[in-house]
């Protein structure tokens, strides 16, 4: 399966974004999906995540309330709303791909990983 991100940008704090994933080569439906992301000078971190049906997610604890993971089977595709964006979640946002049943957070789980898309939040 090849993943594509889009839809990062510049915005200020307190704006929203909405991140798209497209899955192509397999149907999505077969993998639990994920948002990753690596800040300036930090090692990559969970997001959030997502079963293969859509009715699990979980979210790291910085981003609850503001982030929310959503999929499409039907388009083979992932989103991730974000607002009331911080500095703090500036960062380049990775998609990701398990075969993995359940939602997790383990990035050593997932096969498969897009480009990334870059997201910068300013003050």
């Known amino acids: 399966i090849q993943l594509v991100e889009s839809g990062g940008g510049s915005v200020q704090a307190g704006g929203s974004l909405r991140l798209s994933c497209a899955a192509s080569g397999r149907p999505a439906n077969r993998y639990s999906m994920a948002w990753f992301r690596q800040g300036p000078g930090k090692r990559r971190e969970f997001v959030a995540a997502i079963n293969w049906k859509g009715d699990e997610t979980r979210y790291e604890d910085s981003v609850k309330g503001r982030f929310t993971i959503s999929r499409d089977n039907a388009e083979d595709s992932m989103y991730l709303q974000m607002d009331d964006l911080k500095p703090e979640d500036t960062a380049i946002y990775y998609c990701?791909?398990?075969?993995?049943?359940?939602?997790?957070?383990?990035?050593?789980?997932?096969?498969?990983w897009g480009m990334g898309t870059q997201v910068t939040v300013s003050s």
């Open positions: 990701a791909a398990s075969s993995v049943i359940a939602a997790t957070n383990l990035p050593n789980l997932y096969n498969f």
